[in-house]
């Protein structure tokens, strides 16, 4: 049996800018999407803490220590520069593996530094 699991969260990310007019995707701060494992151009559930929205869409790499959380294209009407999201990446995986599975968690401050990795 093949299972979804969490693989990787940014909770709790303010958004630093939107942009109607970008192609599409979330822009993450480089150094953000290293230490939590979220590859660029990978899946991610963005999920907007201050509106209850949610959507699926994908990681582009911001500049590293820029601390950049960006939603951009279409997605950029469902969140505004401030809000708190949470950023989730999902693996499949036979269920031995997901029982030995940790995923990374980054808890972050107001200024999308990590306050506590997992």
């Known amino acids: 049996m093949i299972l979804t699991m969490m ?5 709790r990310a303010t958004v630093t800018q ?3 007019n970008y192609e599409g995707s979330i822009t993450i701060d480089r150094d953000l999407l290293e230490v939590s494992g979220i590859l660029v151009n990978e ?5 907007n803490i201050n509106t209850g929205a949610r959507f699926t869409t994908y990681a582009i790499e911001g500049a590293a220590g ?4 960006g939603i951009n294209g279409a997605a950029a009407r469902l969140a505004q520069a401030g ?3 949470i950023v989730i990446a999902y693996a499949q995986m036979e269920e031995a593996e997901a029982k030995r599975h940790r995923p990374r968690v980054l808890l972050m401050d107001a200024r999308n530094r990590i ?4």
């Open 7 to 11: 693989k990787a969260k940014i909770h």
């Open 18 to 20: 939107c942009d109607l």
């Open 43 to 47: 899946q991610v559930d963005v999920l």
């Open 66 to 69: 820029s601390g950049v959380i």
């Open 83 to 85: 809000d708190l999201v």
């Open 115 to 118: 306050l506590e990795p997992a």
